[in-house]
């Protein structure tokens, strides 16, 4: 009987340890699967972001890519896209020519008054009256510069938005559909889809088929547990 005992307590050690790698397998493919989400999402939206911002100013595009952005319902139209890039656009030039207006300004009033508010403080008569001109003017062009700066940083942070929103509603499942099918991006897409979806079902297909063995041998060291009492019963 004593045998008996020491080889059920065996099994019993050898089933908790096949059922604690059972855990630790499962945990460790939940987190490489976790992974591979994680990197095939990061390369979706880099797919579909440069789908997105290939479609510039002054550059053609089709119906079908007007009836994708439809078809998807996202709330960011084509041409409200375009029309975002079209304003970036126009402040970038506006910030270029205001820039040039204000390094000319600040040149001609640095050389008048080359330390600022104190220069003006020492001269007098006509040359300080010209100085408080130019003064005044470089601080004119400069509020205008950062006036139009400030315009832009709030159209990029639309265009942030708006990028965010496109992303958001084109990388749902019935989307994605439609974009592999239609898009411009659709050999792409659909490439990648089938890509991520092989990498689950090799990492799920390998970690099921060890899951299977670990479990043959949990049955028969639970058969054999069985077996040994039962004799006993009888």
């Given at each position: 009987m004593i045998e008996n005992l020491i080889d059920a307590r065996k099994s019993r050690r050898k089933i908790i340890e096949l059922l604690r790698k059972q855990q630790l397998d499962d945990s460790y493919c939940s987190e490489r699967l976790k992974q591979v989400a994680l990197d095939g999402k990061r390369r979706l939206l880099g797919l579909?972001?440069?789908?997105?911002?290939?479609?510039?100013?002054?550059?053609?595009?089709?119906?079908?890519?007007?009836?994708?952005?439809?078809?998807?319902?996202?709330?960011?139209?084509?041409?409200?896209?375009?029309?975002?890039?079209?304003?970036?656009?126009?402040?970038?030039?506006?910030?270029?020519?205001?820039?040039?207006?204000?390094?000319?300004?600040?040149?001609?009033?640095?050389?008048v008054a080359p330390n600022g508010a104190i220069s003006i403080w020492l001269l007098k008569g006509a040359e300080k009256a010209k100085a408080e001109h130019l003064q005044e003017d470089y601080r004119s062009a400069k509020a205008v510069c950062e006036s139009i700066e400030r315009e832009m940083v709030v159209v990029r942070a639309d265009i942030q938005k708006a990028i965010g929103r496109f992303l958001r509603d084109a990388v749902r499942p019935e989307s994605l559909v439609l974009l592999a099918k239609e898009s411009g991006i659709k050999r792409e897409l659909s490439s990648l889809l089938q890509e991520l979806e092989k990498n689950g079902i090799s990492l799920w297909g390998a970690h099921a088929q060890k899951q299977l063995s670990s479990l043959r041998e949990l049955q028969n060291e639970s058969a054999g547990l069985s077996q040994v009492y039962s004799a006993a019963n009888a």
């Open positions: 579909l972001a440069a789908w997105l911002v290939s479609f510039e100013l002054d550059k053609e595009f089709s119906e079908s890519d007007r009836g994708m952005f439809a078809a998807i319902k996202t709330e960011l139209s084509l041409e409200g896209w375009i029309s975002l890039q079209r304003r970036e656009a126009e402040l970038s030039d506006k910030t270029m020519a205001a820039r040039s207006v204000e390094d000319e300004l600040y040149k001609v009033y640095h050389r």
